[in-house]
């Protein structure tokens, strides 16, 4: 079947087969470790160098959205100890010199799906049955910790994946990359989504309805809803992620459903988000307590005022017109939309991330990318910032969704900024950000926990001394 206009911007989620044992991703771990245990600086979960003073040619004040002259940035057992000018550099430290560039806090992607991938082609009903039965979880674990590294050499170093990863398979991943068999960016997971009858799987046979139990947590009734946030958070998820709407599915949790599911996360701590893709799907998670909103397709203006209200973020899944282009490569010209049609259907998100921002809505990035579009994942994904551009934020509003706002909604205040006592997590860009946001496609040098984790080996890497 060939990929439709509407097939460019699938948003059902994929469907993917549970862990039966528990070493499965351990294989695939082992799989990789040789590897990457002969590539300098490609783990970011090796021991932190002890200390190290660097360089910064300017610093991107998260906080205030501003852009600061040249900085030096002290790191220390994989936090940061102090930030000013002309640090002194203590004995034995290390010293990078990245005066040359720009040092932002490491990007946060607030909506990922490293366990899952949809071609383009088919129907999200059809990638159910594909990745369920035909595919298996040793090779999805392998595909996911290679996108988990493709992030992380793109500058991210935080990533909140939001399901589709079967029985807590993302909880493995984390695991996996915490304990430092692989590298990639610090993981906030879900485990599976909390969804009505049938989740986000179309046309599956009565008979195969379990295979829907393999990807969701199907909520029947107000009391299952807090059993199986009890169930999320003993399994490891560290946010709740619930589907006031199933769509493609024409479903809806019920407000009953999602507040009990609020209030029993909110007494062990845990935040919780709501895909949402209307209106009222929207209104009613909001109305419930919910703390985010994915995607927020459809809102009202009247509903992002009801936001505001209550301090519920907004992560927008906009794609730009690179992206696009990408997904279409493939396909035969003849096929392909209109340029006129790609624009029109691109519109309604730059005015959605418009609409948001002018309510006064906190908006924190999330790309949502789980369509095969060629190239490293982590690379594609920064296109949600240039449409955010596209919608109307300035620069500085940009890189403050992809940093202090991701951080605020994960509730992390060690993440998001360069600061004493926060996460080491770095990123370096040649050019200035502000003036050119393109700059964020060109990264020399990624930090994580302190741990030099990559910068290419080019005449104009980061010198070190």
């Not at 392998?142 to 399901?163: K, N």
């Not at 610090?186 to 485990?191: A, D, P, Q, T």
């Not at 493609?248 to 062990?268: F, G, I």
């Not at 969704?401 to 600061?419: C, E, F, H, Q, Y």
Request: with cysteine.
């Amino acid at each position: 079947m060939r990929l439709s206009l509407a097939g460019v911007f699938v948003i059902g989620a994929m469907a993917c087969r549970r862990l039966r044992r528990a070493g499965i991703l351990a294989l695939a771990c082992a799989a990789i470790s040789p590897v990457t245990a002969q590539a300098p600086r490609a783990s970011a979960t090796q021991a932190s160098d002890s200390t190290v003073v660097i360089r910064a040619g300017r610093l991107f004040d998260s906080e205030r959205g501003v852009l600061l002259p040249a900085r030096d940035i002290l790191v220390r057992g994989g936090l940061i100890a102090a930030v000013g000018e002309h640090l002194a550099v203590p004995a034995g430290a290390r010293v990078i010199d990245l005066t040359r560039y720009s040092v932002l806090p490491g990007f946060i992607d607030a909506h990922t799906h490293l366990l899952m991938e949809h071609p383009g082609n088919e129907t999200s009903g059809q990638t159910a049955v594909r990745e369920l039965v035909r595919e298996g979880d040793v090779l999805r674990a392998l595909r996911g910790a290679a996108r988990a590294r493709s992030y992380l050499e793109a500058g991210f170093t935080a990533l909140r994946d939001l399901g589709n990863s079967g029985r807590f398979a993302d909880v493995a991943l984390k695991r996996a990359i915490d304990e430092g068999s692989l590298p990639g960016p610090r993981l906030y997971v879900s485990g599976p989504g909390l969804a009505p009858e049938g989740g986000q799987m179309e046309g599956i046979d009565a008979r195969y309805h379990t295979l829907v139990d393999d990807e969701y947590r199907v909520v029947r009734g107000p009391d299952d809803a807090r059993q199986a946030v009890r169930e999320n958070v003993i399994h490891g998820a560290d946010v709740i992620k619930l589907y006031s709407n199933g769509s493609p599915n024409a479903t809806y949790l019920s407000v009953a459903e999602m507040r009990a599911a609020v209030d029993e996360a909110h007494l062990m701590g845990v935040r919780v988000t709501a895909h949402a893709t209307t209106d009222l799907a929207i209104r009613r998670a909001v109305e419930a307590g919910v703390d985010a909103i994915e995607h927020g397709r459809g809102a009202a203006d009247s509903t992002f005022e009801l936001m505001r209200q209550r301090g519920v973020i907004l992560v927008p899944t906009e794609w730009d017109r690179w992206l696009v282009d990408r997904q279409l490569a493939h396909v035969p010209a003849a096929e392909r939309p209109s340029d006129a049609n790609i624009e029109a259907l691109l519109a309604p998100g730059y005015n959605r991330v418009r609409a948001a921002s002018r309510a006064g809505v906190t908006l924190a990035a999330g790309s949502d990318l789980y369509i095969d579009v060629g190239g490293p994942r982590g690379t594609a994904a920064k296109h949600m910032l240039f449409a955010y551009a596209k919608g109307g934020l300035q620069p500085a509003a940009v890189l403050q969704s992809t940093t202090i706002n991701a951080a605020r909604l994960i509730g992390d205040s060690r993440l998001g900024v360069v600061k004493a006592g926060a996460y080491a997590d770095l990123v370096a860009v040649d050019g200035d950000p502000l003036a050119d946001l393109a700059a964020i496609e060109r990264v020399r040098f990624v930090m994580r926990g302190g741990s030099v984790v990559w910068y290419p080996p080019l005449s104009s890497s980061p010198r070190e001394r």
